[in-house]
C-alpha cells in the first residue's frame, strides 16, 4: 500500500514543474499572438498612410516621382515583412490551438493568399507609376489609368485586410 504522505511531498515539485512549463508555454503562445497583432498593426498601418502619400504625390507633380518611390520603400522594407510575420504567427497559432477545420481560419487564409497576390503584382505597377512620374516633360497619358488603378487596388487590398481582422476578431463558424 503506498504511503500517501510521501507521495504528496513527490508529487508536489512535479505538478509545479509542470505548471511551471505549461505557464511558460502560455506566455509562447501570448507572445506569438501579441508579435501577429504588432505585425498586422504595423502593416495595415503603413496600407493606411498610402492614401495620404498618393493624394499628395497627385497634387505635387514635380515631386510626385520621390514621394511614390517613398511608398514603395515603405511597402517593401516595413508593410510587406511586417504582414509576413503576421502571416507565419497566424499560421503557428492555428497549428497549435485550433482546430485545422475552423472555417474563420481557412477563409482569413484564402483572402490573404489573394491579397499577397495583388500586392505581389502591385509592385511592378508601382515601379512602372515611378518611372513614367519622373520622366521629364508634359504628363505622360499613361499616368492617369495607372493612377486609377493603383488607388482601386490600394482600396481593395484594405478592405480585404479589414475582413481578415473581422474574422480574426468575431471567430465565426462560416459553415
Ligand atoms: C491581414 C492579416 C491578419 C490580421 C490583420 C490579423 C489580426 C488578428 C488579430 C487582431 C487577432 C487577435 C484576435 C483576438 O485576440 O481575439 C488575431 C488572432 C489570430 N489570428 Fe490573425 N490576423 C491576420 C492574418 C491571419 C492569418 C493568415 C492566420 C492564419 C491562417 C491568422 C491566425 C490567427 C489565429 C489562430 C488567431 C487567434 C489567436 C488567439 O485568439 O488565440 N491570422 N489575428
Redesign the pocket.
Same mark, same amino acid.
Request: net charge positive.
Given at each position: 500500500m503506498p504511503d500517501p504522505a510521501r507521495s504528496l511531498t513527490v508529487d508536489q515539485p512535479a505538478n509545479a514543474a509542470s505548471q511551471r512549463l505549461r505557464s511558460l508555454i502560455d506566455h509562447v503562445?501570448t507572445f506569438l /499572438?501579441w508579435l501577429? @497583432?504588432l505585425t498586422?498593426c504595423i +502593416?495595415?498601418g503603413s496600407n493606411v498612410t498610402h492614401f495620404f502619400w498618393l493624394l499628395a504625390a497627385n497634387r505635387d507633380p514635380p515631386s510626385r516621382a520621390n514621394t511614390l518611390r517613398l511608398v514603395k520603400k515603405i511597402d517593401d522594407r516595413l508593410a510587406v515583412p511586417a504582414?509576413a510575420v503576421? @502571416?507565419i504567427c +497566424? %499560421?503557428v #497559432?492555428?497549428w497549435w490551438?485550433?482546430p485545422a477545420g475552423s472555417s474563420w *481560419?481557412i477563409t482569413? *487564409?484564402v483572402l490573404?493568399l489573394v #491579397?499577397a497576390v495583388m500586392g505581389t503584382a502591385y509592385g511592378p505597377f508601382m515601379k512602372r507609376w515611378i518611372r513614367l512620374a519622373g520622366e521629364p516633360g508634359p504628363e505622360n497619358p499613361a499616368l492617369a489609368p495607372l493612377s486609377r488603378q493603383l488607388t482601386f487596388w490600394w482600396a481593395t487590398i484594405s478592405l480585404g @485586410?479589414l475582413a %481578415? *481582422?473581422w474574422l #480574426? @476578431?468575431w /471567430?465565426p463558424d462560416l459553415w
Open positions: 503562445y /499572438k501577429h @497583432v498586422a +502593416g495595415f504582414y503576421t @502571416v +497566424g %499560421v #497559432m492555428w490551438r485550433w *481560419l482569413a *487564409l490573404t #491579397m @485586410v %481578415v *481582422l #480574426m @476578431v /471567430k
